[in-house]
């Protein structure tokens, strides 16, 4: 179809020498768009025809500008509305279509004026008869005059949505050098029949679009989440840290709650912070002589501490749940560091999932990851800690920094961690971070000179930050809308 009337262009062409396409379509009672594509066909097997890109601006009646040109514009109308006696400002209000924009034209024009003197407005005629100008004008451009009115006069009635400024684009052709009144189908492949016959020599071939668009490749593709985690990681990797073994989702109290030193009746530890595992219930796995230390320092102090001062059971230790922070991890990882024969300093991290029992909201959900780094070393202070911070959020691309006294059970001194959101134009909460206490070191038995600094922040909170989500189940659940895995961008911190 779109070569037989490609053919019949270039038989209007061969007559004619030049043509527009609006006069084409109007010729061959076609659409002009069918025209167009006719024309790129044509274009596409050689230089048969010259297509030179034309546009044309001209001015058409709005809806309300060909009601204008029906019943009269709408001070006209005011102005008719309005007896030779008057008529009062508020019924004139009611019984004329657009009556707020035609007074006020009225007025302007001095048609009509305003009687205050007996109280309530009466409208009254002002001159004995009107020119209604703007119908005038209208009908003008509806006949195709619009040449005749001034471009200033045009702008107001655009401005007043009479009239509406349209742009016509088309195509004035002419003949090509290679011009023909028929089309010969352009070859794409070169074939081994063609080289062995020799006809390759007078056919014609379609030139190669180098800037055509391959087809995609079929591949995998990160979750946000994952590329933020991949640079996270790649961070502490850089700054000498190695990553901890965390794939035990299902913790024990003892490791989750007991080795950090907190509290058997710490609110934390009710089922309505904490998924708790029916099945199985309990577990009965532990260092029998480590378990003893930790039920010492919570019943009765040690190590320089008083303890809670309570009957530690190892029914609540026992206790299986889904973990509720990775720090059950480093708990685990410091107590295999204290087994060994001489004390070595480590860095360690972890990226991975947590659950807690929370309301879930634009910003909480009841699985999420937090991202925990820990240091032992010899005499390690705040100082330390702070000074870590400052190496590991600016690689991060945040620079401003400020820290907020806190309180963790297992941690002493206690720090909230904060940087200022230049998006928000505020100081928002990025993670926490402190210094384990001795009660929770000493029983596993490093030595009492090794300290240990340790922080922890969610992947989710800098992810939302990084990629514009204001609601986190637009990032995880099953609403997750799996072309955005596909077509979000690279993640690429400002280090």
């Known amino acids: 179809m779109a070569q037989e009337l490609g053919e019949k262009i270039l038989l209007y062409l061969d007559k004619h020498n030049q043509v527009d396409t609006l006069d084409l379509a109007k010729h061959f009672n076609e659409e002009h768009q069918k025209i167009v594509g006719a024309v790129k066909s044509v274009q596409a097997t050689g230089d048969l025809i010259n297509a030179e890109n034309k546009s044309e601006k001209y001015w058409e009646l709005t809806e309300e500008g060909q009601s204008v040109v029906q019943h009269g514009s709408h001070e006209a109308c005011v102005y008719k509305a309005v007896p030779e006696e008057g008529l009062s400002q508020a019924e004139l209000m009611k019984v004329v279509p657009n009556a707020k924009v035609g007074f006020s034209k009225a007025m302007s024009a001095g048609w009509i004026v305003v009687d205050k003197s007996g109280g309530a407005p009466i409208v009254k005629r002002k001159v004995d008869a009107i020119t209604d100008t703007v119908r005038l004008h209208l009908k003008s451009i509806c006949s195709g005059y619009h040449n005749e009115i001034p471009d200033k006069t045009k702008q107001e009635y655009k401005k007043r949505k009479l009239i509406q400024e349209v742009i016509v684009k088309s195509f004035m052709l002419t003949k090509g050098p290679d011009f023909s009144t028929t089309i010969t189908k352009l070859e794409t492949d070169l074939t081994s029949d063609m080289i062995v016959s020799g006809s390759w020599k007078t056919l014609k071939f379609k030139d190669y679009n180098l800037e055509a668009l391959g087809a995609p490749a ?51 530890r009710d ?107 010899y005499n390690l202070t705040l100082g330390n800690l702070i000074a870590v911070f400052n190496e590991f959020f600016n690689k991060l691309g945040i620079t401003q920094l400020e820290f907020k006294p806190a309180y963790n059970p297992y941690t002493e001194p206690s720090m909230e961690i904060f940087c200022f959101h ?14 384990f206490r001795p009660e929770m070191l000493l029983p596993m038995g490093l030595p009492e000179n090794v300290n240990v600094i340790a922080w922890g922040l969610s992947l989710e909170r800098p992810t939302m930050i990084k990629y514009g989500y204001n609601n986190i189940r637009d990032l ?15 993640c690429r911190l400002d280090k």
């Open 476 to 490: 995880v659940g099953p609403k997750v809308d799996l072309n955005m895995v596909r077509t979000t961008a690279l």
């Open 218 to 268: 079929e591949c995998g593709y990160l979750h946000p989440l994952l590329q933020v985690r991949t640079e996270f990681r790649q961070i502490f990797l850089e700054m000498g840290f190695s990553e901890m073994p965390t794939n035990n989702y299902v913790e024990s109290s003892f490791w989750n709650f007991d080795a950090l030193f907190q509290p058997q009746q710490h609110p934390a």
């Open 271 to 377: 089922a309505h912070d904490t998924f708790f595992v029916s099945e199985p219930k309990s577990s009965s796995n532990f260092p029998t002589d480590y378990l003893e230390k930790v039920k010492t320092v919570h019943s009765k102090g040690g190590y320089g501490s008083l303890g809670y001062g309570y009957d530690w059971k190892i029914e609540e230790a026992q206790k299986n749940l889904l973990r509720t922070h990775t720090t059950a991890a480093s708990a685990r990882m410091l107590y295999k560091l204290a087994k060994q024969k001489e004390f070595k300093p480590v860095k360690y991290f972890s990226i991975d999932r947590v659950f807690r029992n929370e309301t879930l909201d634009a910003t909480h959900l009841a699985e999420f990851h937090q991202v925990e780094g820990v240091i032992a070393d």
């Open 422 to 435: 230049k998006g928000l134009g505020k100081w928002i909460e990025i993670g926490n971070s402190g210094v």
